[in-house]
């Protein structure tokens, strides 16, 4: 099983840690998108944290299951009033199964980069698409490794440099793997907290989705489905289960 990073102070202070991901046009978006593929289907949220997504999903009238590796954000996920209705299973995502089926599946926020092996995303998108009703979707948001605007050697990437925030990628290119490290200045005083990733491009998806017998619907820069480009920093997938 997966180690769970996002216990104790991470999950209770997740939404002050990274208030963009909460920015009320942010979710809207994500929502809107999925709950137009849902229609009136069930829908399955892996990782689904403190709720951000599945909460709105909810309240939308759609009914939204969800695996979580970590208790505590799921001890979050029930402060919204709205949570009753969601039936959380803790596991990993991974392999973790859960009765019924979906017409939906969504992995957001890069979630799918917490598996930090090629088996183990893999595995997911096998266990995904055994959760998929025919003609069921899976639905992905992740980045775009950004390496190829880094130079050859180098493996420190900063991606925030805010006053309350410092945020670095540690990044091995060989192995595709990193570590990001954050340093938080909160109320005076100083937290850190680093989590191991696992990048992965999109076409080495496409291929994930195929072995699990789906295939590519398709692909935006984001929830807007603006286009997906050479120059997009991430990407919105959809596959679809034959």
């Avoid at 130079?151 to 440099?161: K, Y």
């Avoid at 006053?163 to 005083?189: K, R, Y």
Wanted: net charge negative.
């Amino acid at each position: 099983m997966a180690n769970n990073y996002f216990d104790g102070w991470i999950a209770e202070q997740y939404e002050a840690l990274w208030p963009d991901s909460f920015d009320a046009e942010v979710v809207e978006a994500a929502v809107s998108f999925l709950a137009e593929l849902a229609r009136n289907g069930r829908v399955l949220e892996l990782g689904v944290g403190t709720g951000r997504v599945a909460v709105p999903l909810s309240r939308r009238g759609i009914r939204v299951s969800g695996i979580e590796l970590s208790p505590a954000m799921v001890e979050r996920l029930r402060s919204h009033d709205a949570s009753s209705k969601i039936d959380v299973t803790i596991g990993d995502f991974a392999t973790t199964r859960v009765a019924g089926s979906f017409r939906v599946a969504y992995l957001v926020s890069n979630t799918i980069m917490n598996l930090t092996t090629q088996d183990e995303q893999v595995q997911c998108f096998c266990n995904v698409a055994a959760h998929l009703e025919p003609g069921g979707c899976f639905v992905v948001e992740v980045i775009v490794p950004p390496w190829q605007r880094v130079p050859p050697g180098e493996t420190m990437i900063p991606f925030d440099l805010s006053p309350g925030h410092l945020g670095v990628d540690e990044i091995d290119v060989a192995t595709q793997n990193s570590w990001s490290h954050h340093s938080w200045f909160l109320n005076g005083t100083t937290r850190t907290f680093s989590v191991p990733f696992r990048n992965v491009w999109p076409s080495e998806l496409d291929l994930m989705a195929r072995l699990a017998g789906m295939a590519l619907r398709e692909r935006w820069s984001d929830w807007s489905r603006e286009p997906f480009t050479a120059t997009s920093a991430s990407h919105i997938s959809v596959w679809q289960k034959a």
